[in-house]
């Protein structure tokens, strides 16, 4: 089992930036896909961006690409994802997620394990 921490989420003006981590306390870290996915009030959960297992590999929703950057951390079991130009509707509840393979993920419901999620607020 898994366990993921989300932290560094808050609330934050537009053009400004955040820095999310995700905690994983999985030793084998390495073998796991991760990705962040988001939620707004109302909408369903959608994919914000993915990273392969060495970090070779990495893809973005359409909405957050040349703003948002994924990276990870292997010997500490962390990925990221830094925020930068903040605009309003990227507020939402951003979740961490892992699956345990090889190759990116862009889909839900092929994530094994979830994290609490932690709040984003972007204020106009």
């Known amino acids: 089992q898994v366990q993921l921490v989300e932290s560094g989420g808050g609330l934050v003006q537009a053009g400004g930036s955040l820095r999310l981590s995700c905690a994983a306390s999985?030793?084998?870290?390495?073998?796991?896909?991760m990705g962040w996915f988001r939620q707004a009030p109302g909408k369903e959960r959608e994919f914000v961006a993915a990273?392969?297992?060495?970090?070779?590999?990495?893809a973005y929703a359409d909405s957050v690409k040349g703003r948002f950057t994924i990276s990870r951390d292997n010997a500490k079991n962390t990925v990221y994802l830094q925020m930068d130009s903040l605009e309003p509707e990227d507020t939402a509840i951003y979740y961490c997620?892992?699956?345990?393979?090889?190759?990116?993920?862009?889909?839900?419901?092929?994530?094994?394990?979830w994290g609490q999620g932690t709040q984003v607020t972007v204020s106009s």
């Open positions: 990273i392969s297992w060495n970090g070779g590999s990495t």
């Open positions: 997620a892992a699956s345990p393979g090889w190759n990116i993920r862009l889909v839900s419901h092929e994530y094994n394990y």
């Open positions: 999985e030793r084998q870290f390495s073998r796991y896909i």
